[in-house]
T-cell receptor, first 114, second 115 residues
């Protein structure tokens, strides 16, 4: 049972345009969401997060939107740059007995074409 | 560079064997998390240690075990290896790991290939 779903395995956009990566979740107990970015041969790196009490969080070119009623979040990258080409993982925090474990989606591979 | 180190980078072994993966957390971090990324899968949480004690278990097989040592480095032991255990194994560390979220910093991973 996959609690965090990224239904698009890949996305290709032109440099300068907007990239929109989507994520759905099923567990209404999740109250904190994150996006991680992963380059080949490296570990995931934290990109941006959002608490469930907010519907938007912005950091430079990156904005995350949360729609709690739809259990959906999205990451917008504007403008997209070739260096943004990577795999993006959506993750949710699951609290269990004092542990903050991350529940990840399968990832979306973003390719930004020059 | 996240400050989290993992050794070895690559490991090739045969079915039925046992291997040990090592993780050194960032300086000052007390928590270590282990994740497995299989082909076409997202990262799956395996286990969390905080200051030497197990905090939470996820989808970790009984053939797998882990521990965190007094110097806070951690080892993930995989035994009776099967072909399906071939994956990337990541560890992550965070300052705490308690009631409020602290960013997890990931190491570069160990790629395990079971032949």
């Amino acid at each position: 049972d996959q609690q965090v779903k990224q239904n698009s395995p890949s996305l290709s956009v032109q440099e300068g345009r907007i990239s929109i990566l989507n994520c759905d979740y099923t567990n209404s107990m999740f109250d904190y969401f994150l996006w991680y970015k992963k380059y080949p041969a490296e570990g995931p790196t934290f990109l941006i997060s959002i608490s469930s009490i907010k519907d938007k969080n912005e950091d430079g070119r990156f904005t995350v939107f949360l729609n709690k009623s739809a259990k959906h979040l999205s990451l917008h990258i504007v403008p997209s740059q070739p260096g943004d080409s990577a795999v993006y993982f959506c993750a949710a925090i699951s609290t269990q007995g004092g542990s903050e474990k991350l529940v990840f989606g399968k990832g979306t591979k973003l390719t930004v074409n020059p | 560079d996240s400050g989290v180190t993992q050794t070895p980078k690559h490991l090739i072994t045969a079915t039925g064997q046992r291997v040990t993966l090592r993780c050194s957390p960032r300086s000052g971090d007390l928590s270590v998390y282990w994740y497995q990324q299989s082909l076409d899968q997202g990262l799956q949480f395996l286990i969390h240690y905080y200051n030497g004690e197990e905090r939470a278990k996820g989808n970790i097989l009984e053939r797998f075990s882990a521990q965190q040592f007094p110097d806070l480095h951690s080892e993930l032991n995989l035994s009776s290896l099967e072909l399906g255990d071939s994956a990337l194994y990541f560890c992550a560390s965070s300052v705490d790991g308690g009631e409020t979220y602290n960013e997890q910093f990931f190491g570069p991973g160990t790629r395990l290939t079971v032949l």
